[in-house]
């Protein structure tokens, strides 16, 4: 019996771990994609930039993982009652964080130089496309988590890679052709594509 459980989480737990790491390695190569492809100072930019992305919603994301993830696992079997909850738990986070989106994509202007200072205007373009993609980051992770629930978790690595080499791709091609606000568009683009990939994966799973 211990055996059987221990193959059993090694294979969930690897691929899931993998696709931790995947999101991890991402965010770990962008800096250095950044000052080779611009300078030392756009690092700081999009450290600033994404600091501030992070953080304003960073409750949205926890509340996901600790509310939504097991009601979605215990009725991972039940396709009727699984579509019930994405729908409404895609409601939820709209009328959640669609407002705040909106107030900080209004205030971004005089909000880094609050945080930061006037040296920080150039995070500024790159916030304001981070801002907009967070509508479709916040809404592929209502859909993922339902992967995560009922595909195998070599579905989800799929997924996380896929977003990873999008994200790398994207911010090559944005930061070459726009420079830094090159950035916040691979962002944008990035979760686009990733919103539609889950979104193919889901539909296919439970119609």
Known sequence: DVVRAAMSLARFGGPFTASMLVGTGVQMALPILVVHMLDAQSVGYY????GVSVTYLGFLITAM??????????VSQQPEILKELINRQQKLVLLLALPAMLGTLAVVPYLIPLLYSAKFHGAVDLLEWQLIGDLFKFSSWTVSYVILARCSSLTYLLTESVAGVAM????WL???????????????????IYYGVVLLIIRKEIG
Request: overall charge positive; cysteine-free.
């Open 65 to 74: 993982s600790l509310d939504y993830y097991p009601r979605v696992s215990a």
């Open 168 to 171: 790398l791709t994207t911010s």
């Open 47 to 50: 450290r600033a930039a994404t």
């Open 174 to 192: 944005g930061m070459r052709y726009f420079g830094l606000p090159g950035l916040g568009m691979a962002f944008l683009a990035t979760y686009v």
